[in-house]
């Protein structure tokens, strides 16, 4: 109760300044609008049915980039991590592709699909597959010795080594990799809708519109909600997740 009593106020402060600021109208209104307009803008959106239909828009196509960065993040992540060969070669690629921002895939995602869904869920991939593979490959190289000579002592190989020994070992890396990815999904996304939407209304397409129609509330209030769809997902998602592990490992501690 006390943290969340901290944050509330901690937030409360900054939004009355935000107000004080706005209405000492330093700046033109349509510049820097006030914490009230915002949320008159938020309200409208949502009475109007645009912003939950950009929400659901801009949700699937990150539940299908993300779906696949999984399921080829942590099959490299395995390879790389287990095999040698893999590691000094395509291991060698992925790290360095990683030091590359996400939103320079955007020319090379237009040239090969153009302007289409293909073209942003491509960069949504490409933002999120490679910390995936490098935490798994991670959590994999740095699997205790000891854990893979006792499970070997007593008969386990193949793929009963890596379901019941490697894996659960690495599995605080692998959820690690899949929150950096989450959050470099999220943010892909947005620069490849804010360059295509479509004609659907999604989260980047109301970004695209506010700023063409100089309407400074409606792209701050587009903002907050992804923030808020962010604060979400690790709240309901990865932080349940991270604490269980937590108390698995016995490495527990209040948040």
């Excluded at 994999?140 to 386990?156: D, E, S, Y």
Aim: proline fraction near 4%; glycine fraction near 10%.
């Amino acid at each position: 109760m006390k943290n969340w009593l901290t944050r509330i106020g901690f937030f409360g402060l900054l939004i009355i300044l935000w107000e004080v600021v706005a209405r000492l109208e330093i700046w033109p209104g349509y510049i820097f609008p006030s914490f009230t307009s915002v949320l008159a803008s938020m309200w409208y959106g949502f009475a109007d049915g645009s912003y939950p239909l950009a929400i659901l828009i801009s949700l699937r196509r990150l539940a299908v980039g993300y779906g696949i960065s999984l399921l080829l993040g942590i099959t490299l992540g395995l390879f790389v991590g287990r095999i040698p060969i893999v590691q000094k070669t395509v291991g060698s690629v992925i790290l360095g592709l990683q030091a590359l921002p996400s939103v320079c895939w955007l020319p090379l995602a237009l040239l090969w699909f153009g302007l289409s869904e293909k073209a942003i869920i491509f960069v949504v991939i490409m933002g999120a597959v490679l910390s995936i593979s490098l935490s798994t490959a991670d959590g994999i190289r740095n699997t205790p010795p000891l854990f893979l000579q006792a499970a070997k002592t007593m008969g386990a190989a193949g793929f009963q080594l890596y379901s019941r020994v490697i894996l659960p070992a690495a599995l605080p890396s692998i959820v690690s990799g899949m929150k950096l990815g989450w959050s470099f999904a999220w943010r892909s996304l947005m620069a490849g809708e804010l360059l295509y939407y479509g004609g659907m209304a999604s989260l980047g397409h109301l970004l695209t519109m506010g700023r063409e129609l100089n309407d400074m509330a409606q792209v701050i209030s587009v903002m907050l909600m992804i923030v808020l769809i962010g604060l979400l997902v690790d709240f309901l998602v990865f932080a349940p997740v991270e604490v269980r592990i937590r108390e698995r490992w016995g490495l527990h501690t209040s948040r």
